[in-house]
């Protein structure tokens, strides 16, 4: 047995199965356009379905067991759901070649890798712009330095990101388009150092919540806050000090020279951060593309009048995947509601549901509609 001779055959499977995935997404994309001539939905759950039936059952003829072929192929699915969706939304809008989009940090920080993930599926040139903090990037697309800015709204581990809820307050410009990102925390030192040695760790506020179950356990250690999980790296690179370590992501450190050497560091194993992407000018959303809708609005202190306006989503058959709410500068004791509804602003409900909610509202705005790029994956009945 010839160990570089197997792993040389091993690569050249490897090869081809991705030429045989690549193979794929470009006829999911003809897909895609025979959907844009007939308004088909993208999604097709009914087909999945049957293709992950019949692939589990050739799977196990040649010894594959059924949950891997099915974790396989709804990656592959999601993939290629994905894909058609923005292609659909680039036939719809006119598309720049290439784009700038102003992010939080610098290369490697994670709002740096959400925006390579959401414009990989785009086809678009990036022109990054890093940003000092979230206001900068709002104001880098004010102002037109930026055509994007991508900024994080919600992680399951710590919850609403409450400062980017109130930039949004007051800015004109409109969500345009979101994606979740697994914000996988890893413990980043210099390589080789001694873990016992540590005496700083590096990390965003964020992140320092979002790990805040594993960072007990470090006694003694310092916590320095920094302004992006990009500066923290910067922080242990820079000093090339063994004792400083960084909580950030893998491929982040990997850019840094760093090495992981604690992974999963989140309090919530599944740790997902929900980035939104903001512009100057709204885009349409296709018809054949689940769509999300985000409104603010101030309901006054009447007794039920939140309750009012929700009875009228609610009469109109619309689903509310998110309710928060924020305090209203200047105004004590008033919150403002921010609402993710599952509908297309240009939707017959959603058009009636905004009629009736001006009247009993003291104050309402559109954030955006966007495509919703949440794929719940099929499972096999
Ligand atoms: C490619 C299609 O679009 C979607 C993606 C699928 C896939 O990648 O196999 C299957 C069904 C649809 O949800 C299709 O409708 O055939």
């Known amino acids: 047995m010839d160990l570089n001779k197997?792993?040389?055959?091993?690569?050249?499977?490897?090869?081809?199965?991705?030429?045989?995935?690549?193979?794929?997404?470009?006829?999911?994309?003809?897909?895609?356009?025979?959907?844009?001539?007939?308004?088909?939905p993208v999604r097709d759950q009914e087909r999945e379905q049957q293709l992950l039936e019949k692939l589990v059952a050739l799977g196990k003829e040649q010894g594959l067991d059924a949950q891997y072929v099915v974790r396989l192929f709804q990656t592959i699915i999601e993939d290629s759901v994905l894909r058609q969706q923005a292609w659909l939304q680039g036939q719809q809008n006119t598309s720049q070649d290439l784009v700038t989009v102003a992010y939080l940090g610098a290369k490697g920080s994670y709002s740096y890798i959400a925006a390579h993930g959401y414009f990989a599926r785009r086809d678009h040139s990036l022109v990054e712009l890093g940003c000092a903090n979230f206001d900068d990037v709002i104001q880098a697309v004010e102002r037109g330095n930026a055509d994007y800015g991508i900024l994080p709204i919600e992680n399951t581990?710590?919850?609403?990101?409450?400062?980017?809820?109130?930039?949004?307050?007051?800015?004109?410009?409109?969500?345009?388009?979101?994606?979740?990102?697994?914000?996988?925390?890893?413990?980043?030192?210099?390589?080789?150092?001694?873990?016992?040695?540590?005496?700083?760790?590096?990390?965003?506020?964020?992140?320092?919540?979002?790990?805040?179950?594993?960072?007990?356990?470090?006694h003694g250690v310092k916590l320095e806050y920094c302004a992006s999980s990009a500066h923290a790296m910067a922080q242990v690179k820079d000093s090339q000090d063994p004792t400083r370590a960084a909580i950030a992501s893998k491929a982040g450190g990997e850019l840094y020279g760093l090495e992981p050497r604690q992974e999963k560091l989140a309090n919530q194993a599944e740790n997902e951060s929900r980035f939104i992407l903001v512009s100057r000018k709204a885009k349409d959303v296709p018809v054949q593309v689940p769509a999300k809708t985000t409104l603010i609005m101030a309901t006054g202190q009447?007794?039920?009048?939140?309750?009012?306006?929700?009875?009228?989503?609610?009469?109109?058959?619309?689903?509310?995947?998110?309710?928060?709410?924020?305090?209203?500068?200047?105004?004590?004791?008033?919150e403002m509601f921010y609402l993710d509804i599952e509908a297309n602003i240009n939707s017959d409900n959603m058009k009636q549901a905004l009629a009736e909610l001006v009247p009993i509202t003291r104050f309402i705005k559109i954030l955006g509609c966007y495509q919703s790029e949440r794929i719940m994956p099929t499972e096999l009945e």
């Open 157 to 218: 581990s710590s919850g609403s990101i409450n400062e980017v809820y109130d930039l949004l307050q007051q800015t004109h410009l409109q969500i345009v388009g979101e994606t979740t990102e697994t914000i996988g925390h890893c413990l980043l030192t210099l390589p080789g150092a001694d873990l016992s040695a540590i005496s700083t760790i590096y990390a965003h506020p964020q992140v320092i919540s979002q790990c805040s179950n594993h960072l007990r356990q470090y």
């Open 302 to 334: 009447k007794a039920g009048a939140l309750v009012d306006a929700l009875l009228v989503l609610k009469n109109n058959g619309l689903i509310m995947s998110k309710l928060t709410s924020r305090p209203i500068p200047g105004n004590p004791w008033e």
């Open 6 to 40: 197997i792993r040389t055959d091993i690569n050249n499977v490897d090869g081809e199965l991705l030429s045989l995935l690549a193979k794929r997404r470009q006829l999911t994309l003809n897909v895609a356009r025979s959907k844009e001539i007939d308004l088909k």
